[in-house]
């Protein structure tokens, strides 16, 4: 039996899990799970980074505590974030959080300053979203950041998290392909728009691909966790790369949805998707495994579900009788009638101060009615999350080849047997929901690989399918 460690951190927790492969199956543990607090500070929002390394650390001394011998380790992330180091390797502050509202605007001021929309999305094929590393990194120059003016090294935070533990400054394919400065033809980052910026491409990390044995731990990791120079393989280091590896997709026939605070909902293509018709629709070509192209739609996801049950939580007064069990709270969509429907997409659901207020604006302002109770609010959520799967679906059919018959849901989403079937009557297909920890069993198999144990993507997803227990959603 071999084992690997898996690091994957999500936007409000984090963990590490350890993978034993025996030749045939995979099998999962979690090892260490912690918090990833957003750090509202000075009027902007940060992500504590130190804190994520020392996670990892302590997770590694368990490692040692418990005498097991990892194979390697591998990391991803949410992507578009960054940190920035100077030439001595030192961190220079803490990462700006997608969420810090500073870059409302962001994408208007590029376009009238820097370059047009349209050779923007022509040289990059992603979506347009204002936390894009592009308009992040233009922000932070327009207000004259001094750790961006400083910067010997700009590293996506998965990356960062390698040099930290390694040494080795890398720029990940498939998270350096989130940040709106990656051209997906070149397979690099994009020498124009990061003229624009006032940077040069030495200041980011040498490029990789996902399989890459990157470096080893540092000696003053080695004797801070009593470990040798375990490799770090760089992995589909952008969570949702990691994910879809992980799709246990027997054919081509499919559209995956990677379902958790965001959803992301595409297909698998051999090349970029870029025209005026995916402009149009605001679709993201990603990098995925084996130079893949994740051609999908970014959708705000359980986010605004997570939002609105922290208000029951903390307004018992107003919200009354609402289960502290989720799935008890999940079920209470079946006990509503309210048709209401939110376009989970609209801005104001992305970070406003009141979800539930939010919601209601919504619905006030197009005629539709009010939610009464929490139960309300929960069918809302998810019928509205399944009615607009059912629209980039559609979308998907007319801007593709994919000949989409089912619908792989992947994530800790896919636990929510409500959602599920809601989606399922909304598409008119089978949904077929796990793996739970799809990205976390994604960055396993491929250091699997890395290691030579399994050889295509393909074989990569039969072990998978071995190794979970799937389960079919039918439209009723």
Known sequence: MLHYLAVDLGATSGRTVLASFDGQRIDMREFTR?????????????????????????????????????????????????????????????????????TDGAMERYFTDRLPQAEVYERTGIQFMPFNSLFQLDTLRREGNVALANADKILFIPDALIFMLTGEAVCEYTVASTSQMLNPRTGDLDPELLKTLGLTRE???????PGEQVGVLTPQVQEATGLGAIPIIAVGSHDTASAVAAVPAEDAHFAYLSCGTWSLLGVESPTPIINKDSFAENFTNEGGL????????????????????????????????????????????????????????????????????????????????????????????????????????????????????????????????????????????????????????????VQVRAAGLVGTLAEMRAIIGKSIELKTYLPQ
Not at 203 to 209: D, K, S
Not at 418 to 424: E, G, V
């Open 203 to 209: 200041r980011f990390g040498r490029l990789v691909q």
């Open 290 to 445: 084996d130079h893949t192209i994740r051609f999908l739609k970014n959708i705000t996801g359980l986010w605004i579900f997570e939002q609105c049950r922290k208000e029951f939580k903390v307004d018992s007064l107003k919200f009354k009788d609402v289960p502290a069990d989720v799935n008890e709270l999940n079920a209470l969509s079946l006990t509503s009638t309210c048709q209401s429907l939110i376009n989970p997409d609209d801005p104001r659901f992305a970070h406003p101060v009141s979800m539930t207020a939010a919601i209601c604006d919504y619905l006030t302002e197009t005629g539709q009615p009010l939610p009464a109770s929490p139960a309300d609010y929960v069918r809302v959520i998810f019928r509205s999350l399944a009615a607009r799967y059912k629209e980039v679906i559609e979308i998907l059919r007319r801007l593709t080849d994919v000949d989409i018959q089912r619908l792989h849901v992947i994530g800790g989403g896919s636990r929510n047997k409500y959602l599920m079937q809601f989606t399922a009557d909304a598409l008119g297909m089978p949904v077929i929901a796990g793996p739970q920890e799809g990205t976390a069993l994604g960055n396993a198999l």
């Open 34 to 102: 912690f918090e990833n607090p957003q750090l509202p500070l000075g009027g902007h929002i940060y992500w504590d980074l130190p804190h994520l390394y020392n996670e990892i650390i302590k997770a590694l001394r368990q490692v040692k505590a418990e005498g097991i011998a990892i194979e390697s380790i591998g990391i991803d992330t949410w992507g578009c974030d960054f940190a920035f180091f100077d030439k001595n390797g030192q961190l220079l502050g803490l990462p700006h959080c997608y969420r810090d509202p500073h």
